[in-house]
T-cell receptor, first 117, second 110 residues
């Protein structure tokens, strides 16, 4: 099956610093990727849609200046958490979309555990 | 986004079948029914999807009601590795913007 890889899988950073998370589709090209955030014992919350070659579309309530998304190639999207604070500590997950016949199929990364201290 | 309703939790015994229900009374004619599952500290994993007809794959079966307002994911023989949160999601074919609900936490007892 298709593989989507996230890096790093875990990161600890100091409050006020920025952290970049990468999402790669390893064996297919993805014009669209999605970024989710998941707090403990809660469901995934969609943050934004990442489109190759254009600006990301953010869900309501998600600060675009705080969560910078870049989708510079068909296999890579990055999420940068700027000026991170402890409340940004969460599990961040990406999905990449692969065309599959008449419909598309979503493949998820393994997630990145961010801890801000 | 069309919403789904699932029980918060279910329990099963190992090697027994499990039927996970999902209600989606506001489903539109073009909505696919997707099922994903998530093991602890991992990203979601695709299980199965369908539109109108029942579907089978190596992981599970999906039974879709005739009016499409509900569906049931069937694990034919639960194993300990099937313990996970199972999400039933409606999505437009051609746009996999998946909005997750709370899902059903499945516990499998040895």
């Amino acid at each position: 099956g298709a593989v989507v890889s996230q890096h790093p899988s875990r990161v600890i950073c100091k409050s006020g610093t920025s952290v970049k998370i990468e999402c790669r589709s390893l064996d297919f090209q993805a014009t669209t990727m999605f970024w989710y955030r998941q707090f403990p014992k809660q469901s995934l919350m969609l943050m934004a849609t990442s489109n190759e070659g254009s600006k990301a579309t953010y869900e309501q309530g998600v600060e675009k200046d705080k969560f910078l998304i870049n989708h510079a190639s068909l296999t890579l999207s990055t999420l940068t958490v700027t000026s991170a604070h402890p409340e940004d500590s969460s599990f961040y997950i990406c999905s990449a979309i692969r065309p599959q016949g008449r419909r598309t199929e979503a493949f998820f990364g393994q997630g990145t555990r961010l801890t801000v201290v | 986004d069309a919403k789904t309703t699932q029980p918060n939790s279910m329990e099963s015994n190992e090697e027994e079948p499990v039927h996970l229900p999902c209600n989606h009374s506001t489903i539109s004619g073009t909505d696919y029914i997707h099922w994903y599952r998530q093991l602890p500290s991992q990203g979601p994993e695709y299980v199965i999807h369908g539109l109108t007809s029942n579907v089978n794959n190596r992981m599970a079966s999906l039974a879709i009601a005739e009016d499409r307002k509900s569906s049931t994911l069937i694990l034919h023989r639960a194993t300990l590795r099937d313990a996970a949160v199972y999400y039933c999601i409606l999505g437009q074919g051609g746009s996999e913007k998946l909005v997750f609900g709370k899902g059903t936490k499945l516990t499998v007892n040895p």
